[in-house]
């Protein structure tokens, strides 16, 4: 895993700005100093210094099956 600074996609950009932001509504201290006093441009702001990054994980995550209870068959008479 390595810290990624561009974005592959807008979905990725707005959920790590979001994310950001979030953490910024928390008590979490600017890294940058912006005109803005809303959490969102914040974030922004930040990512737009390259001063937040997020970590791509290498391999997919996968889902860990759930044993099913049988389910009953029915027999035809």
Avoid at 39 to 53: M, R, S
Wanted: net charge positive; with cysteine; glycine share 4%.
């Amino acid at each position: 895993m390595s810290v990624e600074q561009e974005f592959d996609s807008n979905f990725r950009y707005v959920m790590v700005a979001a994310r950001r932001a979030r953490q910024l509504q928390n008590g979490s201290q600017p890294l940058v100093d912006s005109r803005s006093r809303k959490a969102c441009k914040v974030a922004q702001d930040e990512i737009a210094a390259g001063k937040v990054g997020y970590v791509k994980a290498d391999t997919p995550v996968i889902k860990p099956e759930i044993a099913a209870p049988e389910i009953p068959k029915f027999v035809s008479v």
